[in-house]
């Protein structure tokens, strides 16, 4: 029987809720029934899972403050050109503090797994008004269970990366590196600099980087190559060879790493 959902108490801010779906129509009925619900505080969409992997590396949207307030819980469809939502409930579930994921879907076969992932619901397509208020009912309760340091998703600090070129030292937010490239014991950061690309070699090994920026979702594809994947634009399989498009560029991803990297897009995302 389905419960009633409590009230919030006074003051609480409503849930943070991120809507994927590659299909417009499905994604802005749910969105519109979402947007319905008294413990619903703010619905974001995205049409692919690429996309929404850029929405939890940026922190989701702004709350009052200006500060990114995170997203509390996922409705991921499953079936979606390249990533696939399952694979990108794989991503969640690395992270340090993952979000609520819930299923919405036309395929009843993939629940077990889905459930393997850590899904609080699973709601078949089309859907009905009472058993998404369910699947809301049953987040708050997971979220009232939790301790407080795993109740929601915190966005990562930027960090200020001190660099040199030409001379000049300047400090590179790390949200603008797209990719870090080896070069012996040194480390070229690739960057997104005010609209233009932009590189800087630093004194820092790639392992190092590696195990210092993984909260932040920088994940190695090569031996001499990380990407942060919240700047990941494609994921490409062709002839048994995996690409990934970051800020325009093809960047080959090693056999010995793709499965890595399909089971953390499987399938950080960037870890938060």
Sequence with gaps: MTQATPPAAPGTPGLVALVVDDEQPARDELAWLLERHPRIGRVVTSPSATEA???????????????????????????????????????LAAFREPPAVVFVTAHEEHALEAFDLSAVDYLLKPLREDRLAEAVRRVLDRRARATPAQAGPRPVPDEQVRVERGGVTRFLPRSAITHVEA???????????EGESASYLVRTP????????????FVRVHRSLLVALGHVQEVRMEAGRCTVLVDGTELGVSRRHTRTLREVLAGYVGAR
């Design 53 to 91: 992997l850029r929405v939890l590396h940026d922190g989701g949207p702004e709350g009052p403050d200006g500060t990114a307030r995170g997203i509390d819980v996922v409705f991921l469809d499953i079936a979606m050109p390249g990533l696939t939502g399952l694979e990108l409930a794989g991503v």
């Design 206 to 217: 790639l392992a190092t980087l590696e195990e210092e920026w993984a909260d932040a979702g």
């Design 183 to 193: 070069q012996g014991d040194y480390a070229r950061l690739h960057a997104r600099v």
